[in-house]
């Protein structure tokens, strides 16, 4: 089994922006354009991930934070496919260029997604997003583009026999534990809305005064309103 996180990153939104997977640190790959939006990067990380990994049969573990991309190719897609790629109004789909290509990429291949909870310490999905802003801001500021070593040889050494993958020993759950599980769950599901086509939507996010501050944090970095920043993280 192969198992990746794959990320993007826009500044501005659109603006210069990156994407990237990342197996481990000799493992992984990353790119990005002049002006692109963070769903672009999203998509094309997870494109790339899978052109990287074409020539092999293992299944593919894609660990996304992205609930957009994982419901485009999980839920969504089949539908926009029937109807000639286009959403319920009539317009054509965002994206349809990469989603396209993304459709191609997926025929025939042992895939499924792990959502993950973007910037709260999955290391591997903190890697990848650390290498696709990384990317963004070298288009910004006309630097050297890092893309990373690519699927090499070392890759092959990070693909896990599923044989050996053996589930690790667990202590009984508290009923604690099982309140939290149940509030991953409904995090997993904010974006998961009934209408992806409506061209806007309304949700109502509560934040702690640490998150609060980090997002204001992270928005002045970006040069962004708070705003403007999470409209970018979503």
């Known amino acids: 089994m192969i198992t990746a996180a794959a990320d993007g990153s826009a500044l501005g939104n659109p603006g210069p922006a990156g994407w990237a997977w990342y197996v481990d640190d000799g493992c992984w790959a990353a790119g990005g354009w002049t002006r692109a939006t963070n769903n672009q990067g999203e998509l094309k990380a997870v494109l790339e991930l899978l052109r990287a990994t074409a020539h092999l049969d293992d ?5 996304c934070d992205s609930q957009y991309v994982i419901n485009c190719v999980t839920k969504w897609m089949p539908g ?6 286009r959403k319920s109004d009539g317009k054509p789909v965002l994206n349809q260029d990469l989603l396209l290509e993304l459709d191609a990429a997926l ?5 499924r997604f792990e959502w993950v909870r973007g ?4 290391a591997a999905n903190e890697a990848a997003d650390l290498r696709a802003r990384a990317v963004a801001e070298a288009y910004r500021s006309g ?3 890092p893309s990373g070593p690519g699927w090499s040889g070392e890759c092959e050494a990070s693909v896990t026999p599923v044989e050996s993958v053996v589930p690790e020993a667990s202590d009984p759950v508290s009923p604690a534990a099982i309140a ?14 009934d209408d992806p086509t409506a061209d806007w939507l309304t949700m109502t996010l509560e934040l702690t005064a640490e998150e609060h501050t980090r997002l204001l944090e992270r928005a002045r970095e970006a040069g962004q309103s708070p705003d403007e920043f999470l409209r970018g993280l979503i």
Request: no cysteine; hydrophobic share 45%; aromatic share 14%.
């Open 59 to 63: 299944e593919l573990l894609i660990q």
């Open 80 to 85: 926009w496919k029937r109807k000639g790629w």
């Open 107 to 111: 025929v025939g291949r042992r895939y």
């Open 119 to 122: 910037h709260a310490g999955h």
């Open 143 to 145: 630097g050297e583009i």
């Open 180 to 193: 939290a599980a149940d509030r991953e769950l409904e995090d997993a599901a904010l974006f998961d809305f």
